[in-house]
């Protein structure tokens, strides 16, 4: 079984502060997906990663994926109370069964 | 767009009760799944459906069974509900599988078994 540790588990910052996230494993993924999940809510996907190295943007949030392709960081810039959430990334090894594999995820919250 | 839709959201149920869980997409998706989401341990995969007519399991299986009626709907079954199998349960589509896109969620079912 592939496994995706999270770090931190839980991280409480202020507005306006950056962070980091991490997600890593011994075993190389195909891809790595970022979701994050509101109480009461399912996951929402935020971004794909296929490359190793790769780096993708969506505004404050900067995705990189290992060269390696065995780990993912996500990081926040400027954080605001709406990026409060369960960030859980998730791998695929593109072998014969489908499904994702999750990390535990982090736990965010970014107080006014 | 009602996307992937689960009922009921919430279920009490004594130990050795059944029960079925029920999720349908309308986003025209050939592969659905089964998560459980228990807190420490993240989202575990139970079984999944690639397309219509086949079924796999996934980490967790042991105590549920599935079934695709049909394109747009697949059904998670406890035959006999134990304590352990207290959870959230998502379930999610993915148009051509997870190896080539998204997974789009459920809003979840909380199952308590007493």
Not at chain 1, 78 to 100: E, F, N, V, W
Request: with cysteine; net charge neutral; charged share 15%.
């Amino acid at each position: 079984t592939q496994l995706l540790e999270q770090s931190p588990q839980f991280l409480s910052i202020q507005e306006g502060e950056n962070l980091t996230v991490y997600c890593n494993s011994s075993s190389v993924f195909s891809s790595l997906q970022w979701y994050r999940q509101e109480p009461g809510e399912g996951p929402v996907l935020l971004v794909t990663v296929v490359t190793g190295g790769e780096v993708k943007k969506l505004k404050r949030l900067t995705f990189q994926f290992g060269d390696a392709r065995k780990d993912s960081s996500l990081h926040i810039t400027a954080a605001q109370p709406g990026d409060t959430g369960l960030y859980l990334c998730a791998g695929t090894s593109g072998g014969g069964a489908d499904g994702l594999t999750f990390g535990k995820g982090t736990h965010l919250i970014i107080q006014p | 767009n009602a996307g992937v839709t689960q009922t009921p959201k919430f279920q009490v149920l004594k130990t050795g009760q059944s029960m079925t869980l029920q999720c349908a997409q309308d986003m025209n998706h050939n592969s659905m799944y089964w998560y459980r989401q228990d807190p420490g341990m993240g989202l575990r995969l139970i079984y999944y459906s690639a397309s219509e007519g086949t079924t796999d399991k996934g980490e967790v299986p042991n105590g549920y069974n599935v079934s695709r009626l049909n394109k747009r709907e697949f059904s998670l079954r406890l035959e006999s509900a134990a304590p352990s199998q207290t959870s959230v349960y998502f379930c999610a589509s993915s148009r051509q599988g997870v190896r080539t896109g998204e997974l789009f969620f459920g809003e979840g079912s909380r199952l308590t078994v007493l």
